[in-house]
């Protein structure tokens, strides 16, 4: 199968970027400054449902679902996760978030310089 020429430019192009991306970031020229945003809540519901064992997420919903019938007042939703989840578990949760949200920087950079490369080329 061959590859159309406009895709293998593109192709072309995205690799370009994702190597000067990287070769930026290793000597130093580029950080990935917005790394601290926070994700969408999608991702980190994802993150928290895939690192939290089953029993501790049934703990929380279930705390969760009591606060939300006015079984628990005056709480709030850190308190009941501390409640729910381990120490080892939240610690966990952070790391992955951490990663995700580095990784989400990373991507918003490649997307950045493949554009500048896009119209250097054009």
Do not use: F
Not at 22 to 51: H, K, R, V
Request: charged share 20%; proline share 2%; aromatic share 6%.
């Amino acid at each position: 199968m061959h590859t159309a020429p406009n895709n293998a430019l593109y192709n072309n192009q995205l690799s370009q970027a994702i190597w000067q991306v990287d070769s930026d970031l290793g000597d130093g020229s580029a950080q990935l400054c917005n790394w601290m945003e926070a994700l969408p809540d999608d991702e980190a519901a994802d993150i928290l449902t895939e690192a939290t064992p089953l029993n501790e997420l049934n703990s929380l919903l279930g705390y969760i679902a009591r606060y939300l019938n006015g079984e628990e007042d005056n709480i709030s939703l850190r308190e009941l996760t501390d409640r729910c989840i381990t120490a080892q578990t939240t610690t966990e949760i952070q790391n992955q978030q951490d990663e995700q949200q580095k990784q989400n920087a990373w991507h918003s950079m490649v997307r950045h310089y493949h554009a500048a490369i896009m119209e250097r080329d054009y």
